[in-house]
């Protein structure tokens, strides 16, 4: 990746990079959408099977194809970090899916709330 350069232009925040080809200067502008919150993935919590000794990255932006795993590209400008963590023992757990969760990344009943 070129370096870039991230600036506020009406409130927005773009990112930018500054280009030459042969004796011509372009700029790329590329809006970045900063979320509040987390897409909704699921509307019903996922059961795993957690083991220590293994750092995991729970989606918190709802827009990975890993559900409800990040797949380490689709947070990418939104402005929304994986959750990382690990356990200390097996474990036998229930993941959010609909990103509202205030106890990340376990589901604590959001979704039973979720507005359609």
Known sequence: MQEG??????????????????????????????MKTGKIAGRQPVQVELQPG?????????LSTNQPYCD??????TGIEPKVFTVSSPRKVWLC????????????????HLKD
């Open 5 to 34: 350069y991230s600036a506020y232009l009406a409130n927005k925040k773009y990112w930018f990079q500054l280009l030459k080809n042969d004796s011509h200067f372009f700029i790329r502008l590329i809006y970045i959408c900063i």
């Open 54 to 62: 293994v750092t995991y990255k729970w989606c918190r932006c709802g």
């Open 72 to 77: 380490d590209k689709a947070h990418l400008g």
């Open 97 to 112: 899916m609909c990103k509202q969760t205030k106890m990340v990344p376990y589901c604590d009943g959001s979704h039973n």
